[in-house]
């Protein structure tokens, strides 16, 4: 099966810093990948540098989706074939709501016109799925959100989209338990729908209900060793010393 996303030796510096020093790593569609490290390794960074964000400097390296070379290409194309990032704080966005937003990106990513009752009619599976009230899609986008709502907003752009690939940047972090269990409903639902996932993670609370097929541990801009599901269970049990000292 040929990969969705296939990293190689990819560089990456932020304000000539370098950060990522040669990171490989190859996805399949349908795979729930988990990232792990220490703070600093640069784990947030691998997936602003997956989407493109131009504070982000590729220096050396290439990406490939869907078989195609994306090394070169802005965040905007790379949305459109499919890719998607939840932030770790989303920024508010005044004047445009939620429902509207997520319409425009949809329109934007390919389909010309969605007819209204449609998208409505979606919206409305979606919000249920994340036991969330309609209205809520008629707020300023993360405008006065807390924490688990700026997150529950994500999960929902992410059913509604429904992107090949979403990397989830540390979605379950800040959250209480019943926030996590909505946002792992809303994961596991995009999982149904033969979803592709890389999830950055340091609390693996969201992970409970997934199968996950890879684990890669980051540190120091390298990937310092990838297993199994089995290798979660590790770090949560002995932590990253071990990869450190190497």
């Known amino acids: 099966m040929e990969n969705i996303l296939e990293i190689k030796n990819l560089h990456v510096s932020v304000a000539d810093k370098e950060i990522l020093k040669g990171v490989d790593m190859e996805i399949k569609p349908g795979e729930t990948h988990v990232l792990m490290g220490p703070n600093g390794a640069g784990k947030s960074t691998l997936g602003h540098a997956i989407m493109s964000d131009p504070k982000y400097e590729v220096t050396e390296g290439e990406l490939f989706f869907d078989g195609e070379d994306i ?101 379950d972090s800040g959250l209480d ?34 199968k996950v097929d890879r684990t890669h541990i980051l540190v120091d801009g390298k990937i310092a060793k990838t297993g199994g599901p089995e290798l979660v269970s590790k770090i949560n049990e002995e932590g990253f010393e071990e990869y450190l000292k190497q």
């Open 177 to 210: 338990v019943d926030a996590v269990k909505t946002v792992s409903a809303g994961v596991e639902e995009f999982k149904k729908n033969g979803g592709t996932l890389l999830i950055i993670t340091h609390s693996t609370r969201i992970l409970d209900n997934l």
């Open 71 to 171: 090394t070169e290409e802005g965040t905007d194309k790379r949305a459109k074939r499919g890719l998607f990032l939840s932030f770790q704080d989303p920024i508010p966005v005044p004047g445009i709501s939620l429902g509207s937003f997520t319409r425009s990106a949809i329109e934007q990513g390919g389909e010309k016109h969605i007819k209204l009752w449609d998208f409505k009619k979606k919206s409305k599976e979606v919000c249920a799925v994340l036991n969330m009230d309609e209205s809520y899609t008629e707020r300023d986008l993360n405008v006065g959100f807390s924490g688990g709502e700026k997150k529950k907003a994500e999960i929902y752009q992410l059913l509604m989209l429904n992107p090949k690939l979403a990397i989830l940047d540390e979605t």
